[in-house]
């Protein structure tokens, strides 16, 4: 158990809707980011967030969104779903210092069918 | 550009016998790196890391990886592989905030290890 929760593990739902994908970092991490994982694209790093300020933006769509509240908890917004959005989201946390990057620890994921 | 490869897709191993798993690696600063496990449905645990010092480290599960700067190279090794350890193997890269302004992390392609009893 790395400490980070994700929340649904699943999720289905049709094309064109909205869901939102919510991650709680380990006790302590102020940073969280998002990966999306399909079979065709591997693991891609969306975006970063960093004790609720946006940090680093990998290949996220603009119908993706995120952010992180004070209480550090983030979620993930996806809207006007299509069906190559069909993946695996992953929740990570790490500490960040400045001047050293640590480790991640993953959440469980969740899986998302767009159908 | 920051970059990581695996150059290999899949492995497959007997049991029992030794294994190494290939990441090199595209980056100006001193790299942090790092090697996580997934096994199927589950999300990535990370193994071992290598941020200074001994360019040889040790990890959980038996698993060991040596940093050679001169060959951009993070390899994964194992003296005796068991059944369990069947999964996906994925090397990433850490980018320096304190150079880089950005925490951005790049995962390689990741190695799919099957292993035959």
């Known amino acids: 158990d790395s400490g980070v929760t994700q929340t649904p593990k699943h999720l289905i739902t049709a094309t064109g809707q909205r869901v939102t994908l919510r991650c709680s970092p380990r006790?302590?991490?102020?940073?969280v980011y998002w990966y999306q994982q399909s079979l065709d694209q591997g693991l891609q790093f969306l975006i970063q967030?960093?004790?609720?300020?946006?940090?680093a933006k990998g290949n996220i769509l603009e119908r993706f969104s995120a952010q992180q509240f004070p209480d550090l908890h983030s979620e993930l917004n996806l809207s006007s779903l299509e069906l190559g959005d069909s993946a695996l989201y992953f929740c990570?946390?790490?500490?960040?210092?400045?001047?050293?990057?640590?480790?991640?620890?993953f959440g469980p994921g969740t899986r998302l069918t767009v159908t | 550009a920051q970059s990581v490869t695996q150059p290999d897709i899949h492995i497959t191993v007997s049991e029992g016998a030794s294994l190494e798993l290939r990441c090199n690696y595209s980056?100006?600063?001193?790299?942090?790196l790092f090697w996580y496990v997934q096994s199927p449905g589950q999300g990535l645990q990370l193994l071992l890391k290598?941020?200074?010092?001994?360019?040889l480290v040790q990890g959980i599960k038996g698993f060991e990886a040596e940093f050679k700067r001169s060959q951009s190279s993070f390899n994964l090794r194992k003296p005796s592989v068991h059944w369990s350890d069947a999964a996906e193997y994925f090397c990433?890269?850490?980018?320096?905030?304190?150079?880089?302004?950005?925490?951005?992390?790049?995962f390689g392609t990741g190695t799919r290890l099957k292993v035959l009893a």
């Open positions: 980056y100006g600063a001193t790299p942090y």
């Open positions: 990570a946390s790490s500490v960040v210092q400045k001047g050293r990057n640590y480790e991640q620890y």
């Open positions: 006790s302590g991490d102020l940073s």
């Open positions: 967030y960093y004790n609720g300020e946006e940090r």
């Open positions: 290598y941020f200074s010092g001994d360019t």
């Open positions: 990433a890269v850490g980018a320096d905030p304190s150079t880089s302004g950005t925490y951005k992390y790049i």
